[in-house]
């Protein structure tokens, strides 16, 4: 009986075990800012964010250890605290430390964790001492809690060097709760929230717990105390084919229930667009040392059941979970099409899938009647299969190709031939192969077409041929580009692609071209297609440039982690008649605007449903550079499109009147019948506006809203566009042969290029008359910085440049002022 | 109808005796950042002007006549809350840190040298000096020390006024603690009397700095005023205005109030310099503040009816 009390006795106190080693100790937190400040992109700001940090972490700290107390600047939403009565508060109180919790802002692409403390400018840090050795810790364990990088535990005046703060002039530590504090301190940066995915994670009552439990880790590390068993799991739940996280999805483990946020229980509160947001994110906390059988459903998804063997001893527990749409994988085109009766003997069949499969399946259910040996080539996220033929196919010959039912997706579920929603059946496909081709290639069409004018002065010239050519002969050697009065041949990079089974040549001039200058790209004999049918003719097309260029102003260069900035396109309510499962946006280094010094380019790939009435994809950006970048009018709105023959249309999409009651308003279609790139242009002052959800006027200030594409019937229904260099233009006459430029009508300042620079831009502008010029740079604050030009300047266009080297990255001012005329532009410095 | 009497008579007396107040001229004491110096305050006499270090770290004294300068200590925790007493002497307190625990001291430091007043404990007060007595809080527990002498003393007649570890307003009349709330329970984070000791000026977080009478009621609201301090004639009010960005001051300037609020002077217009912790002179002739570069300034004023 006796040991029966004492084991009971043990298990109350075990059960009631306070962690101890704290005792005597306490903590003052300090939440940044104040109620809704430093707003984050989606909606959830900063200031929320570091307050409920803030408090889970106080309430760990006081209901799991002896510590003595735990204090908070703030307790909600409502106060508003200034620095100086943080820190004061602090050292009234007496705290023995000082933390101080905040998100980090900038680049929506950038997210990673930074601590900072106290240092002096001398590089000594600020006393008392131990506001590093902290931070060395919580380094790592922020970081790997929210498994973002790190940029280090770092002291805050080496951090902020290059503000020119924290040198002989300034003392530090450069934070002021760093500064004004007496006893040992550190601010920590949990992230982004200027980043959309981070953003969202934050809205998450857990997940900010889940941060807090890092630095409750800190602590008791720093003061070498036990971790506890945490009994921590948490993770991630995504739709296994787009990536896009699973709202609404409900996570069962040891009789726990946890369901994922949804529009209703808190996305509401940040937008009105119902699938706007998403976390997918879940949390359990106090399960016991054992092994799991996790549950995952949610609705339109295949159920999963998971095992976890065991938890971390002293650490979170992380399970990240793909779901599969609860439709079987299925054939959504191919080429060729059932039916055909002309598919030429040596290209390759391909086929769309509706979700990535599993290639090693989908390989063992492939086969071709008559047989054929070849390789399989998998693309688009292994949700296309290309079967390499060995041989050409025999000419004029029926073939079926059949893959069995025991293809499956990578979640297991079996292919669904005969697309009646259930799984297991074969899918196949008859075709005829034309006769055999005996004919060298033709070229189909080129730009700049034959005798065309006008063409600009950096074009990438497209040759698209009527067939596939054998790639071991295309080189500058037998396509190339001269100037006719001279014959100087121009300087080109020539890259190929196959689009559609036609070989796409691309020239790119090194240089730019003269102006009004008539040029000649010569195909010389010698190019022949995979069959061998060799050319034999010298063929000639003449064009001649224009005598304009472009001053531009980007909005996307698609070079900076453009898909951070750009939704999911199934993200946008407004798509309409698309396959959803073919309709997806990539990153492209293979298809670029090479002229325009690019290295990346937007790729969309669409596919429309046929028996839809009505065709839209809406392409929609809404955080980054973008948001800067505002306009009216009276400019061109361009983007490179790689077209790809199939005649569907193409076109923009802006918000006007910002900063009063914001419509939006569309660009007439552009039909993109073309292969290769094409410079599409949008004269907004003159070109009128499409019909759409605006009431067609382009009013006040306008951004960059969206790029839009739609299906014409009877053209192919799938297909991929690729989309370079979307920007804002001016057209502006070339000086020729040396003589001055026309002499503009107006003073003006033009956008500055590049912008966002780093450290240079070119600042352009135009003079109607002798005048005394004064070109200057402000802070927002209103604070001249810079003084970039000064004095009496010629009628004409000119450009001056400016050198942002030894300023901060930020919005900044451009003033021109040229005898009674003045004018400001917003310009960025992004380092 | 209530009538705010206190009120009435400030107007009155405002309005009888309506005062200007004028900058002369403002004169850097010091500088040198491989020792910058911040919190400077008057000695009793205003001969002299104290400062500490980065982090409240040492304590140093500023001969105001030939801006000799001396130090007294090179403690943490030293320049956070000096008092100064009439005989010359100082009590400052001595931050430690015992497996990280905080404990604090307060020392005196005259000319025989330094003497420990109180020796490691967990929680000390803010610190008030009533006529050379020093009052402070151990933990929840009242301390009464002749300043001079250095020995406890088991009573003071009078008013001073604390702030304790839950930032409560705390009164002592006639050695009696109790307990003063103008604008509720909340975090008071500054609190000083009135040289007539019938006026108490206060900084609740997140609300403002106001000025209230000794049962609470309030009589001027200043808005966002830090550091507020005493004239020595009990008219005025010197403060910083400060702006920050969450991780730093932007910009900070120091301005006078009348006590009613009626009247308001912008004592420094200094975009590019951020000045802090204006102090009064004894003789009410000068204000003494730091810049946020860790510089000592002191500007003349003039105050004419």
């Known amino acids: 009986m006796q040991k029966i009390i004492v084991f009971l006795l043990l298990t109350v106190v075990m059960l009631n075990a306070q962690i101890t080693g704290l005792a005597g100790w306490n903590i003052f937190l300090d939440p940044g800012h104040s109620q809704t400040e430093n707003m984050g992109v989606c909606g959830y700001s900063e200031a929320e964010e570091a307050l409920r940090t803030a408090l889970n972490l106080r309430e760990i700290l006081l209901t799991q250890t002896d510590i003595d107390t735990v204090w908070s600047s703030r307790y909600n939403d409502n106060v508003q605290v200034d620095l100086y009565e943080r820190t004061q508060d602090a050292n009234n109180r007496g705290a023995a430390w000082y933390h101080s919790i905040h998100s980090n802002a900038g680049s929506p692409s950038h997210n990673n964790v930074l601590l900072l403390w106290g240092e002096l400018y001398n590089g000594t840090p600020d006393p008392p001492v131990g506001g590093e050795a902290m931070s060395d810790i919580m380094i790592e364990l922020l970081s790997d809690v929210m498994r973002i990088p790190s940029i280090g535990s770092r002291g805050d005046c080496s951090f902020y060097s290059y503000t020119g703060a924290c040198d002989a002039s300034w003392p530090g530590p450069y934070l002021y709760v760093n500064r004004n504090t007496t006893m040992p301190s550190e601010l920590s940066e949990q992230g982004y929230h200027s980043n959309p995915l981070q953003n969202q994670l934050d809205m998450n009552e857990e997940y900010k717990r889940m941060m807090a439990y890092s630095m409750f880790w800190t602590i008791l590390d720093n003061f070498s105390i036990d971790r506890p068993f945490p009994g921590l799991l948490a993770g991630i739940i995504t739709d296994a084919e787009t990536g896009i996280r699973v709202n609404g999805a409900t996570v069962q483990v040891n009789g726990q229930t946890y369901t994922t946020d949804t529009y209703e229980s808190l996305f509401n509160q940040y937008s009105s667009n119902p699938d706007a947001f998403h976390n997918g994110f879940y949390f359990f906390e106090e399960l016991p040392d054992s092994s799991f059988e996790v549950i995952i459903t949610a609705e339109d998804y295949y159920s999963d059941t998971l095992q976890v063997a065991a938890l971390s001893p002293d650490f979170v527990t992380y399970l990240d979970i793909a779901l599969y749409p609860d439709t079987p994988p299925m054939v959504l085109g191919s080429n060729p099409m059932e039916g055909d009766t002309n598919f030429v003997a040596w290209f390759r069949p391909q086929m769309d899938f509706s979700r990535t499969m599993d290639t090693e399946s989908l390989e063992a259910a492939f086969s071709i009647e008559p047989h054929m040996d070849g390789t399989f080539s998998f693309t688009q996220g292994d949700k296309r299969m290309t079967f390499r033929l060995a041989d050409t196919l025999e000419a004029l010959t029926d073939y079926t190709i059949t893959i069995a039912g025991t293809a499956t997706d990578l979640g297991g579920h079996q292919l669904d031939g005969n697309q009646d929603g259930i799984g297991g059946d074969a899918w196949t496909l008859n075709f005829r192969t034309a006769a055999l081709d005996l004919a060298p290639p033709v070229v189909a069409e080129t730009y700049p077409a034959l005798g065309q004018t006008g063409v600009e002065v950096r074009p990438v010239i497209t040759v698209a041929w009527d067939e596939e050519l054998d790639p071991s002969i295309i080189s500058p050697v037998l396509v190339r580009l001269e100037r006719v009065s001279d014959s100087q041949r121009e300087e080109i990079t020539l890259d190929h692609h196959l689009v559609n089974g036609q070989t796409v040549m691309l020239l790119h001039p090194l240089n730019e071209l003269l102006g009004e200058e008539e040029y000649q790209i010569h195909i010389l004999p010698g190019i022949r297609d995979p069959l061998g049918n060799s050319r034999t003719n010298h063929e000639y097309i003449n064009f001649t440039t224009c005598n304009n260029e472009y001053i531009t102003t980007s909005i996307d260069d698609f070079e900076s982690d453009p898909l951070n900035h750009w939704w999911e396109i199934q993200e946008s309510g407004s798509n309409a008649g698309i396959i959803t499962e073919l309709v997806s946006r990539d990153i492209s280094t293979d298809l670029v605007v090479i002229t325009e010094g690019s290295s990346t380019s937007l790729q969309i790939n669409y596919g429309w449903d046929l028996d839809a009435s009505a065709w839209l994809i809406r392409e929609h950006i809404n955080t980054g550079p973008v948001m800067d970048v505002l306009f009216n009018a009276n400019h061109l709105m361009q983007a490179y499109v790689f077209g790809d023959g199939n005649a569907n249309q193409f076109r923009f999409c802006v918000d006007d009147n910002i900063g009063a009651s914001t419509g939006t308003e569309v660009s007439p279609w552009f039909t993109i019948d073309w292969l290769g790139w094409r410079l599409v242009t949008w004269d907004m002052a003159n070109d009128g506006t499409g019909t759409w959800i605006g009431d067609g006027n382009l009013d006040g200030t306008l951004r960059f809203d969206s790029i839009q594409l739609s299906y014409t019937a009877g053209n192919p229904n799938i297909g991929t566009y690729f989309i370079d260099e979307l920007r804002i233009a001016d057209q502006v006459v070339l000086a020729l042969d040396g003589d001055r430029p026309q002499k503009p009508q107006a003073f003006a300042l033009l956008p500055n290029y590049p912008n966002p620079f780093n450290p240079w831009t070119n600042i352009p502008f135009t003079l109607p008359e002798t005048a005394e010029v004064r070109i200057s740079i402000y802070n927002l604050k209103g604070e001249e910085i810079a003084q970039v030009l000064s004095g009496s300047m010629e009628p004409g266009y000119h450009v001056t440049r400016w050198n942002a080297a030894q300023i901060s990255s930020g919005l900044y001012l451009v003033r021109m002022e040229a005898n009674a005329f003045s004018i400001t532009r917003k310009i960025t410095f992004l380092k | ?305």
């Open chain 2, 1 to 305: 109808m209530k009538i705010n009497y206190m009120l009435l008579l400030l107007l009155v007396i405002t309005a009888l005796s309506a005062k200007e107040i004028g900058v002369k001229e403002t004169r850097q004491l010091y500088g040198n950042l491989d020792q910058p110096a911040f919190f400077p305050t008057y000695s009793v006499d205003g001969t002299s002007i104290h400062f500490t270090g980065n982090a409240y770290t040492g304590l140093w004294i500023l001969d105001r006549s030939n801006l000799q300068l001396s130090k007294i200590t090179d403690l943490q925790g030293a320049g956070f809350n000096p008092i100064s007493l009439s005989d010359g002497s100082i009590v400052f307190r001595q931050d430690e840190y015992i497996r990280g625990r905080k404990y604090t001291s307060l020392l005196k430091s005259d000319r025989h040298g330094i003497q420990r007043l109180v020796d490691k404990q967990r929680f000390l007060s803010t610190t008030n000096a009533f006529d050379d007595q020093i009052i402070t809080l151990v933990g929840e527990d009242l301390v009464l020390l002749d300043g001079i002498g250095g020995n406890r003393v088991n009573s003071l007649a009078g008013i001073s006024i604390l702030i304790n570890d839950n930032l409560s307003l705390k009164t002592l009349r006639d050695g009696v603690l109790g307990n003063l709330e103008p604008l509720g329970s909340g975090n008071y984070i500054w609190g000083v009397l009135s040289p007539l000791k019938d006026l108490l000026v206060f900084t609740k977080v997140g609300q403002g700095t106001y000025v209230c009478d000794l049962e609470g009621k309030l009589i001027t609201d200043l808005g966002t005023a830090h550091v507020p301090q005493w004239s020595p004639d009990g008219h005025f009010l010197v403060f910083m205005k400060d702006l920050d960005d969450g991780h730093q001051y932007t910009e900070s300037e120091i301005w006078i109030a009348s006590v009613d609020g009626s009247q308001t002077w912008q004592i420094t217009h200094t975009p590019d310099r951020i000045e802090m912790y204006p102090q009064w002179s004894p003789a009410g002739d000068h204000i003494v503040y730091h810049s946020h570069q860790g510089e000592i300034f002191e500007t003349a004023i003039s105050i004419t009816d």
